[in-house]
């Protein structure tokens, strides 16, 4: 099922050399994002908001240096990088993002791409397997950050809140759904990371199986009761009645109160790997893969 490609040398260039910068793809936390053409090929390129983001920029492309996976978006170059105005120079997954495609599946609307949530677990857990095991954390795992080729493959993107092991800390958590009740405290403040990506996971998982946002059924409850439960394990995400007992059980691990005792990201992808060759023997997976190939409707 999966194809560990050789990542290329990263290039160095000016702004200049990407072509056609125009149309706006989106903004996250630290940088917008647009769309251009580098050497031929599409490409997404990524600049600081403001110049007070310019050092969590820089945070993203050290990370990005060090971490490279074939689970994670492709880094092909950086512009002006020792500049004010530094930018990424990444690889264009034109099929949005993995919310995107799960709210088109839930409304039934046909599509030409066709993943299981087996396959999208995989790649997200492998993608985390390969940064923990480079002493970084993700910090914002979550459906937004999941992207998808129309070309079949899917990986995780949006190292702007990654964070090497040494550096963890309080620093602002995540998109509030997917945080782990640790980075939620405010009467002992600690210091977070690994352990909260798995938790984060955690939540993804059930987005996987419902195809649904987090907490969709529990929309009533004000913001401090909604943290108060993630704090005290009272609230959680919830999956379908009739998910399967292994993902249900693997689930409830990652989204335990106590990070030491959720499951690392290597036993994670260990627990999938029994139920990936199991899909392979069955042929509910394809196994022609770069990295991850997913089915194409006929």
């Not at 994002?33 to 969590?56: D, E, I, L, M, T």
């Not at 609307?109 to 390969?130: C, G, P």
């Not at 199986?209 to 704090?231: C, I, K, R």
């Amino acid at each position: 099922m999966i194809f560990r490609h050789k990542q290329r040398p990263v290039d160095e260039i000016t702004l200049a050399d990407v072509q056609d910068v125009c149309s706006h793809l989106g903004a996250g936390g630290n940088g917008n994002v647009s769309k251009g053409s580098y050497h031929g090929r599409f490409v997404a390129v990524k600049r600081p908001n403001s110049a007070a983001h310019v050092q969590s920029f820089r945070t993203e492309i050290n990370a990005m240096l060090t971490c490279a996976s074939p689970y994670l978006v492709e880094l092909l170059a950086i512009a002006d990088r020792h500049s004010k105005t530094p930018a990424l120079v990444l690889e264009y997954m034109d099929g949005g993002n993995l919310r995107t495609y799960l709210d088109k599946k839930k409304s039934g609307e046909k599509m030409s791409l066709n993943m299981t949530k087996l396959e999208v677990a995989w790649v997200v857990a492998n993608a985390l397997r390969d940064l923990h095991s480079m002493g970084f954390a993700h910090g914002d795992i979550k459906s937004l950050n999941v992207l998808v080729s129309s070309m079949g493959y899917i990986k995780v993107g949006d190292l702007g809140t990654a964070r090497e092991r040494a550096t963890i800390s309080t620093a602002v958590p995540g998109t509030l759904y997917w945080t782990a009740p640790e980075a939620l405290r405010t009467d002992i403040p600690g210091r977070y990371g690994m352990e909260a990506d798995v938790y984060a996971f955690g939540v993804l998982l059930t987005e996987l199986d419902t195809l649904e946002l987090p907490y969709y059924d529990q929309l009533s409850m004000t913001h401090h009761a909604f943290v108060n439960g993630v704090l005290d394990g009272s609230v959680r995400p919830t999956l379908r009645k009739n998910c399967e007992p292994w993902y249900q059980q693997l689930t409830e691990q990652c989204l335990l109160a106590n990070p030491n005792a959720r499951p690392t990201a290597a036993k994670i992808v260990e627990v999938l790997q029994t139920h990936v060759a199991a899909a392979v023997a069955s042929k509910d997976v394809c196994t022609c893969s770069s990295p991850v190939h997913i089915r194409t409707s006929m």
